[in-house]
C-alpha cells in the first residue's frame, strides 16, 4: 500500500542547508524540528567505538581509575594483550584515549570531552523526548 504524495512528504525528512551546515527537518506529533548534523566522521568513530562491550569497558575503567598500563587494561579486560592493544587503537582513533609512553611500558587515560559530538547529536533529539 502506498500513500498519495502529499501524505508521504510528511513522513520523510526533509533536508536543507544551511551556511556550510546540513540540517534535517523532522515532524514529530506535528511538531518540526530542525536538527544540525555533527561533524559525521568524529561522531560516527566515536559511536563505533563505544560499540563494542570490551571496548566501553575499557574506556569506563580508565575514567573511572584513571591512567592505566596496557598490562593493567589487559588484566581487567580478561581478553589477550593483542586484543587489548587493538581496542585502545579504535578508542585513540576515536580520540576517546590518549596515551604516552614511559620506558617500556604505555600508559593510557581516558578522554571524556571526546564524547562531546555524540551528546551533541543525542541532544538535538531531545526535542522528541520531552513531554508536553
Known sequence: MSLPAAQSKELIPRKAAIGNRVAFLLTNHNRTVMVFSVTPAHAHNVFRALADPTRRAIFEELTRQGEQTVHALTRYAGVSQPAVSKHLTVLKRAKLVRHRRQG?????????????????????????????
Do not use: G, I
Not at 571526546?114 to 508536553?132: C, E, G, I, K, S
Open 104 to 132: 617500556r611500558e604505555t600508559h593510557y587515560r581516558a578522554q571524556p570531552d571526546a564524547l562531546a559530538p555524540m551528546v551533541d547529536w543525542l541532544r538535538h533529539y531531545d526535542a522528541f523526548t520531552r513531554a508536553d
